[in-house]
């Protein structure tokens, strides 16, 4: 019989709505209902692409026993962290605090009144590797809960206060200069791996947003090494295994230096934020190899992730069927010699052997290997190797594939409808700016209530029951801008007002400037979360401050300037000593002080031959954050058209930066030359 998840919208929580465990949805009723027992709270937190919360799941939740004695003793609470990052921060904060270290499945046992007072993240069903088994964990946690409850009840306040105390060091109101940013430049070539690109050693994630820092310190300055350290991280990651390199797209990180073996699990947020990157290096470079990733890239997200309401999913799964009816990770993705050799003949599967870095004893298990493309391009036939990708494309479609999360993530669709708005202008692909004002769309219509406040999740057309989150707003705000500048349709514009507006009345500290991660009249958890530092994605805090800058710099409202300025200076006290976990930030703190640049087209008609070009050229333009509003003389869709004549009754672009102005030029070389083109 189906518990109390059965009527929940993440596929995360449906997953766990048949298991024997009485769970509830995080809820007052859930610690109502522990405080009426009088039995602490099991928290289990996950998501629905996370390989080890589905092996704890099959192993203990779906097991009757472990369900029986877990039901008997607490009131099981199973969160979604993907529809609940406030709640996943919370405690997580706290587990990381207690152990130095965390992860998903995250466990953390709580008092009824939401206090931790023990924690873990994946437990085996027998004991192994020094770790105990579940149920000895909850034995051992009920028999403290029941025999030492005053002790339980101090460790529990300790960890509160504790947590409590480690409020940010938020430096000052000012945003980082030239020296921050030099300093993070050169913490980042401390931490860089030349061999192989990336920072840092395994596992390896995507640095995307370090990746966009170090392209706007490149176009700003001309400095050669960010340039140098953006490209051959690129290169290598576009040659490596993270990358699919039949069906485009990358896995979530690498679990080795070298981006050969991945895990196999793909986000549409990485996806997003990469497309962007390699759109942005092409536009850098013209590096052929990044047009190619950003397309191929926009064209996975598309094809796999977009869903039937036009909005886009959240995850494929790292595993799937191996055709024993065994899930395995990564067999969807992976090829043996003999494999290709079926496939191909034997012709065909030797060039596919050499052109994808396959071996007969393999990169992955049992002889399998991962594609890579270890060879630079030209080393064979063009047109051979792109027929020889094509079968093996189709051949692979016939493998059972990975599960899709179908939920649509607000902050994680807005990363989606910037990088598609803008690599579909890039590249003259109108279909992917349709695709991304397909999931503006779906935004507005289902995730935007009558006051512009956001809920954080639907799925299936449904509204998820949750708020959202700074992050949310933020992103969300950022693909709005994005649509703006490509499109032409200032209604983004104005609908990016209204959720910054948001962000400065409820998710901002009025006196500091600070940014808090849940709005002023969110639930209250044990503490109210604030994290400046990026994770898998830009912080909400500073993307918060990207989108307030590029929404100031459309409008010229000084209040969203201001705003933008006082929360870089967390960025200015964590840059040059984190500047890996502050990417995002610094890419911000590079368009502050560019300008940003303001680019006005004017011309008859958006569609006139001439106003295009301008158009085009002025979104190419590599000076950092720079924003563009195109449109008719007699238009008042964007505050920068204003006052714009034709000259000499010719389409007319204006370049403007901290109150000063180009001279107006009807020459898209000239405009390129001004927007560091």
Known sequence: MPNRLAHETSPYLLQHADNPVDWWPWSAEAF???????????????????????????????????????????????????????????????????????????????TPEAEPFYFGTYFPPEPRHGMPSFRQVLDGVGQAWTERREEVAEVAGKIVRDLAGREISYGDSRAPGEEELAQALLGLTREYDPQ????????????????????????????????Q??????????????????????ARYSVDRDWVVPHFEKMLYDNALLCRVYAHLWRATGSELARRVALETADFMVRELRTSEGGFASAL??????????????????????????VLGEEDARLAVEHFGVSEEGTFEHGSSVLQLPQREGGHDAERIESVRERLL????????????????????????????????????????????????????????????????????????????????????????ALASVTGEGVWLEFAGFLLDHVLARFTDAESGALFDTAADAERLIRRPQDPTDNATPSGWTAAAGALLGYAAQTGSESHRTAA??????????????????GWGLAVAEALLDGPREVAVVGPAIDDPATRALHRTALLGAAPGAVVAVGTPESDEFPLLA????????????????????????????????LGG
């Open 317 to 342: 799964d790292a595993d799937s069927d191996d055709g024993t009816g065994r899930h395995v990770e990564g067999v969807y993705y992976v090829w043996t010699p003999g494999q290709l050799a079926e």
């Open 394 to 481: 189709r051949s692979r479609a016939q493998r059972p594939a990975p599960g899709r999360d179908d939920k649509v993530v607000a902050a994680w669709n807005g990363l989606a409808v910037a990088a598609l708005a803008e690599t579909g202008a890039y590249f003259d692909r109108p279909d992917l700016v349709e695709a991304a004002v397909g999931a503006a769309d779906l935004l507005v219509r289902l995730h935007l209530d009558d006051h512009a406040r956001l809920a954080r999740t639907s799925k299936d057309g449904r509204t998820g029951a949750n708020a959202g989150v700074l992050e949310d707003y933020a992103d969300v705000a950022e693909g709005f801008l």
């Open 229 to 250: 350290m953006a490209r051959d991280t690129c290169e290598r990651m576009a040659r490596g295994g993270i990358y699919d390199q039949l069906g485009g797209g990358f």
């Open 643 to 674: 006052d714009r004549p034709l000259v000499g009754g010719e389409p007319t672009a204006y370049v403007c930066r901290n109150f000063t102005c180009d001279a107006p030029t009807t020459d898209p070389e000239r405009l390129r030359a001004a």
């Open 196 to 227: 192989r690109g990336g920072f840092g050693g395994a596992p390896k994630f995507p640095p995307s947003m370090v990746i966009e820092f170090l392209l706007r310190h490149h176009a700003r300055t001309g400095a050669e090494g960010a340039l």
């Open 565 to 582: 300025e006082r929360a870089l200076g967390v960025v200015k006290a964590l840059g040059p000593r984190v500047p890996r976990f502050v």
């Open 32 to 110: 109502e209902e522990a405080r009426r027992r009088g039995v602490p709270v099991l928290l289990s937190v996950g998501y629905s692409s996370c390989h080890w919360c589905h092996v704890m799941a099959h192993e203990s939740f779906e097991d009757q026993q472990t369900a029986d004695r877990l039901n008997a003793q607490f009131v099981p609470v199973k969160v979604d962290r993907e529809e609940r990052p406030d709640v996943d921060a919370v405690y997580m904060e706290a587990v990381q605090a207690a152990t130095g270290q965390g992860g998903w499945p995250m466990t953390v046992f709580l």
